[in-house]
């Protein structure tokens, strides 16, 4: 899918609108679960109610005789106005304003003990991801889960509980499309768990997981935290490349990512010194020559390691059916794809691809699912695929 144009989010009235729809979409939900809650908490099926024959006869009593008043005012469970109106704060609408980003406004929902309950982020090509997040020490099947909608309607769930992430086709309530828990080497599907979508990574799966991880990579680092696309075969063959599942996307710790792969230091401390060689970004004709620069240096430094498993700028064929793919190609070879760095552990399957980046934007969807494939193809037994972006730290 193409980036759109720039367009100062101030002038997009389609913006604005759709935020505050989602804002009342979100505003909805959440007086939703408070009336439930109002309604579980109030409900006893031993409370005596006003005998058949009375006016008020089959309604709730405080016990009694036989006239007893209807409770009224903030006991009546359908006048929750001041409750709801508490349940959730809403934070102003946040737009970008330097067209740097994927998204083009933002809003956050907190509970009244500060905890984020909810966002609703809307995206410069028309999709939107809403995030919901558990009440601390509240039991619940997940801790957070993030529903994309696609400009055209399609909703795809990436609902995380601890390390094991269930990405569902539809909505919170859609069919499964796959299971799988992160573990040291990466993410692990579960057999268990059937696949119901054909073909493979149908392009809505690819578009939301691209969204998803363009809206959380830019802001690595915060919190330690890293974010990571995770793909595996579908059918696992030693030596028989197949077709790539992403079933993996969402926020580790740094020491989590480390441990799958084990370069990303070392990835990010070059990167930083790309950078640092290449100066201020303002003195480069435009933010493109700039990134050009920054990923040559940071090639060079990478052939300097002289490792064999450790590679920068190298080019894999896209399709499958070559049946050369595992070789050589020079960069802006036809039907060819370049990755910034490769990690490639045979002993274990792992390959990590790290996709450089100079500025804010993150990956197209195309480009994510090709990089992880791509690079597939070029190696044997590798059993998954771990997708990272890096960038300078300032």
């Given amino acids: 899918m193409p980036n759109l144009p720039y367009r100062p989010s101030s002038n997009s009235a389609r913006w604005r609108e759709i935020v505050l729809l989602r804002r009342r979409l979100v505003s909805l939900k959440a007086q939703t679960r408070l009336l439930r809650h109002e309604l579980a908490r109030k409900y006893n099926p031993d409370q005596p109610r006003v005998p058949a024959g009375n006016a008020d006869g089959g309604q709730w009593t405080s016990g009694g005789g036989g006239g007893g008043a209807t409770p009224t005012g903030t006991d009546v469970p359908g006048d929750l106005g001041s409750a709801f109106s508490a349940a959730l704060n809403f934070s102003d609408v946040v737009p970008d304003t330097s067209g740097e980003e994927s998204w083009a406004f933002y809003q956050d929902a907190t509970r009244p003990d500060g905890s984020l309950a909810e966002r609703a982020v809307v995206n410069r090509d028309g999709s939107t991801i809403h995030s919901e997040f558990a009440?601390?020490?509240?039991?619940?099947?997940?801790?957070?889960?993030?529903?994309?909608?696609?400009?055209?309607?399609?909703?795809?769930t990436f609902e995380t509980s601890d390390r094991t992430q269930t990405i569902r086709d539809g909505g919170p309530d859609g069919e499964i499309v796959s299971r799988s828990t992160w573990t040291e080497?990466?993410?692990?599907?579960?057999?268990?768990?059937?696949?119901?979508?054909?073909?493979?990574?149908?392009?809505?799966?690819?578009?939301?997981?691209?969204?998803?991880?363009?809206?959380?990579?830019?802001?690595?680092?915060?919190?330690?935290?890293?974010t990571v696309m995770?793909?595996?075969?579908?059918?696992?063959?030693?030596?028989?490349?197949?077709?790539?599942?992403?079933?993996?996307?969402?926020?580790?710790?740094?020491?989590?990512?480390?441990?799958?792969?084990?370069?990303?230091?070392?990835?990010?401390e070059l990167t930083d010194r790309a950078a640092n060689a290449a100066g201020d970004p303002r003195q480069f004709s435009s933010m493109a020559t700039y990134g050009t620069d920054v990923h040559v240096r940071f090639k060079n430094f990478v052939n300097d390691l002289k490792d064999i498993n450790f590679r920068a700028e190298r080019s894999f064929l896209k399709e499958a059916a070559e049946p050369t793919s595992s070789?050589?190609?020079?960069?802006?070879?036809?039907?060819?794809?370049?990755?910034?760095?490769?990690?490639?552990?045979?002993?274990?399957?792992?390959?990590?691809?790290?996709?450089?980046?100079?500025?804010?934007?993150?990956?197209?969807?195309?480009?994510?699912?090709?990089?992880?494939?791509?690079?597939?193809?070029?190696?044997?037994?590798?059993?998954?695929?771990i997708l990272l972006e890096v960038r300078p730290r300032k």
């Fill in 230 to 268: 995770g793909f595996v075969p579908r059918d696992y063959q030693p030596g028989k490349p197949g077709q790539m599942d992403l079933t993996f996307v969402g926020n580790l710790t740094a020491e989590e990512a480390k441990n799958a792969c084990h370069m990303l230091g070392k990835v990010q």
């Fill in 135 to 156: 009440e601390p020490d509240r039991k619940s099947d997940w801790d957070e889960r993030h529903t994309v909608t696609s400009p055209e309607g399609g909703k795809t």
């Fill in 327 to 385: 070789e050589e190609r020079a960069a802006g070879y036809p039907r060819s794809v370049r990755t910034d760095a490769y990690e490639y552990r045979p002993e274990d399957g792992t390959l990590c691809v790290y996709d450089l980046k100079a500025g804010r934007r993150g990956l197209s969807i195309p480009r994510s699912d090709i990089l992880a494939t791509a690079a597939y193809l070029g190696m044997s037994k590798v059993r998954r695929v």
């Fill in 185 to 226: 080497r990466g993410p692990e599907r579960e057999a268990t768990v059937q696949q119901v979508l054909a073909p493979p990574n149908p392009i809505g799966l690819l578009a939301a997981g691209a969204a998803l991880f363009g809206w959380s990579s830019p802001n690595d680092g915060i919190d330690g935290q890293r």
